[in-house]
C-alpha cells in the first residue's frame, strides 16, 4: 500500500540555522502534500501545501521542495526559532485516501 | 474562532467500559474524521464522515462506532474498552475530501486531542 516516511525521526539544530526535514512517499499518482506542525500536548495544525504540478512553494520562512521523479520532499525553516520546536509530518493527500509520515522531532540548541 | 473542540482532555477508563469522545467544530466543514496516534505509528484513521448521515471506515475502525447527525458533531464511541485502545485521539474537520476521482485539496483542521489510558 502507499506510504510516507521520513528519513530522520529526530533533527537537532541551532537557533538560527536553518532546518531541513525530510519525506519519502511511495505513490506515484500522489499529487498533493501537507506539512504539519505538532507542538506538545496539541493537535496537528497547518504549515504548507504543495500540488503535483509546482516543485517549489514559500510560505512565511518555509518552503516546501517537491521532487516527483525520485518522490520526495523538504520542508526547509529558515533561520530556525525556539517556536519551531515540535514534530513535523508530511502527508499525502492524494486520491481516495489520506497518508501520514511518522514525524521528525525538531529539537532547537540555544 | 473556536475551530475544532475535543472533550475530554483526558480520560481513564477500566477494560470493559464505554465512552464517547466528543468532536465539534464551528466552521461548516462537510468531511469530518477520528483519528488515533501512537509512538511509531504516526496518525492513523479510525472512521471519517463526508457529511450528515454518511459514516465510513478507516484503517482501525474495530471497537470504535461513529454517527454523524449533525454538520457540526462527530462523536466516536468505544463501546468496550481494551489496554490496546490507550492512545491519543484527534477529530478533524476539512472543507474537502479525497476520493476515487479526485485529491484531497485542502487541509485538515485538527483538535488538541484526548488521551486515553484503559486499564
Known amino acids: 500500500g502507499e506510504s510516507v516516511g521520513l528519513h530522520l525521526p529526530t533533527l537537532s539544530v541551532q537557533e538560527g540555522d536553518n532546518s531541513i526535514i525530510n519525506c519519502a512517499y511511495s505513490?506515484?499518482?500522489?499529487?498533493?502534500f501537507i506539512w504539519y506542525k505538532q507542538e506538545s500536548g496539541k493537535g496537528p495544525q497547518f504549515i504548507i501545501d504543495?500540488?503535483?504540478?509546482?516543485d517549489k512553494r514559500q510560505g512565511q520562512r518555509v518552503t516546501v521542495l517537491l521532487n516527483k521523479t525520485v518522490k520526495h520532499l523538504s520542508l526547509q525553516i529558515a533561520a530556525t526559532q525556539p517556536g519551531d520546536s515540535a514534530v513535523y509530518f508530511c502527508?499525502?493527500?492524494?486520491?481516495?485516501?489520506?497518508?501520514f509520515g511518522q514525524g521528525t522531532r525538531l529539537t532547537i540548541n540555544p | 474562532n473556536a475551530g475544532v473542540t475535543q472533550t475530554p482532555k483526558f480520560q481513564v477508563l477500566k477494560t470493559g467500559q464505554s465512552m464517547t469522545l466528543q468532536c465539534a467544530q464551528d466552521?461548516?466543514?462537510?468531511?469530518m474524521s477520528w483519528y488515533r496516534q501512537d509512538p511509531g505509528m504516526g496518525l492513523r484513521l479510525i472512521h471519517y464522515?463526508?457529511?450528515?448521515?454518511?459514516?465510513d471506515q478507516g484503517e482501525v475502525p474495530n471497537g470504535y462506532n461513529v454517527s454523524r447527525s449533525t454538520t457540526e458533531d462527530f462523536p466516536l464511541r468505544l463501546l468496550s474498552a481494551a489496554p490496546s485502545q490507550t492512545s491519543v485521539y484527534f477529530c478533524?474537520?476539512?472543507?474537502?475530501?479525497?476520493?476515487?476521482?479526485?485529491?484531497?485539496?485542502?487541509?485538515?483542521?485538527f483538535g488538541n486531542g484526548t488521551r486515553l489510558t484503559v486499564t
Open positions: 466552521m461548516n466543514h462537510e468531511y
Open positions: 505513490n506515484s499518482a500522489s499529487d498533493y
Open positions: 502527508a499525502d493527500q492524494g486520491a481516495q485516501k489520506l497518508v
Open positions: 478533524a474537520s476539512s472543507y474537502s475530501w479525497p476520493t476515487a476521482r479526485s485529491s484531497y485539496n485542502s487541509p485538515l483542521h
Open positions: 504543495i500540488r503535483s504540478n509546482m
Open positions: 464522515s463526508v457529511g450528515a448521515g454518511i459514516t
